[in-house]
Antibody, heavy 120, light 110 residues
Framework: EVQVWQFGGGLVQPGGSLRLSCTASGFTFSNCAMSWVRQAPGKGLEWVTG????????YYADSVKGRFTISRDNSKNTLYLQMNSLSAEDTAIYYC?????????????WGQGTLVTVSS | QSVLTQPPSASGTPGQRVTISCSGS????????VNWYQQVPGTAPKLLIYSDNRRPSGVPDRFSGSKSGTSTSLAISGLQSEDEADYYC???????????FGGGTKLTVL
């Protein structure tokens, strides 16, 4: 059974940093691109960033470019999101999303979501 | 503000057919395949339609997708109460070099 489980999140002050993790099982992690998608309270889905299966290519939404860094460790079946210079606009539930093998954005499995709150 | 435009709401009665539209541009919908996601409030999204009109295993054939030019649609026939959820279109945008989600459509089953 495919499982995607997220760790991290919580309350952070404006200007602060936070790292999210996402651990996967039940599939060949190194064959699948991964992404982070967020949802601000009461709002719609927003794609944040994605990474190719090998980690050789990364993609970012303009809203986070230069502040967020996506990475992965295929030996640990783990995806990361390093978030720096956080502001209130980054407050959201963050989802880790697995892409179907060979695709970049067919998100066929999602993590449970983790809440990031940026507030003083 | 999303560059993929969806109506904020839609509604129907049980058994009816409803459609949800998603309008984009040459750099996204015309150039790349579209996926649709269903999200019941408080839960993670679920893949509903991929590659414009394909259904993952387990998704009822009441759900169908279509695309023409820079627009795409999700149709739900034989509407059921459990279909009440938020629906999002998503596609790769060649200009932005990233994924775009539509603003979402809240479906109410009356």
């Amino acid at each position: 059974e495919v499982q995607v489980w997220q760790f991290g999140g919580g309350l952070v002050q404006p200007g602060g940093s936070l790292r999210l993790s996402c651990t996967a099982s039940g599939f060949t992690f190194s064959n699948c691109a991964m992404s982070w998608v967020r949802q601000a309270p009461g709002k719609g889905l927003e794609w944040v960033t994605g990474i190719s299966s090998s980690g050789g290519a990364t993609y970012y939404a303009d809203s986070v470019k230069g502040r967020f860094t996506i990475s992965r460790d295929n030996s640990k079946n783990t995806l990361y999101l390093q978030m720096n210079s956080l502001s209130a606009e980054d407050t959201a539930i963050y989802y880790c999303a697995k892409a179907y093998s060979g695709t970049l954005y067919r998100f066929d499995n999602w993590g449970q979501g983790t809440l990031v709150t940026v507030s003083s | 503000q999303s560059v993929l435009t969806q109506p904020p709401s839609a509604s129907g009665t049980p058994g009816q057919r409803v459609t949800i539209s998603c309008s984009g541009s040459n750099s996204n919908i015309r150039s790349n395949t579209v996926n649709w996601y269903q999200q019941v409030p408080g839960t993670a999204p679920k893949l509903l339609i991929y590659s414009d009109n394909r259904r993952p295993s387990g998704v009822p054939d009441r759900f169908s997708g279509s695309k023409s030019g820079t627009s795409t649609s999700l149709a739900i026939s034989g509407l059921q109460s459990e279909d009440e959820a938020d629906y999002y279109c998503a596609v790769w945008d060649d200009s932005l070099n990233g994924v775009l989600f539509g603003g979402g459509t809240k479906l109410t089953v009356l």
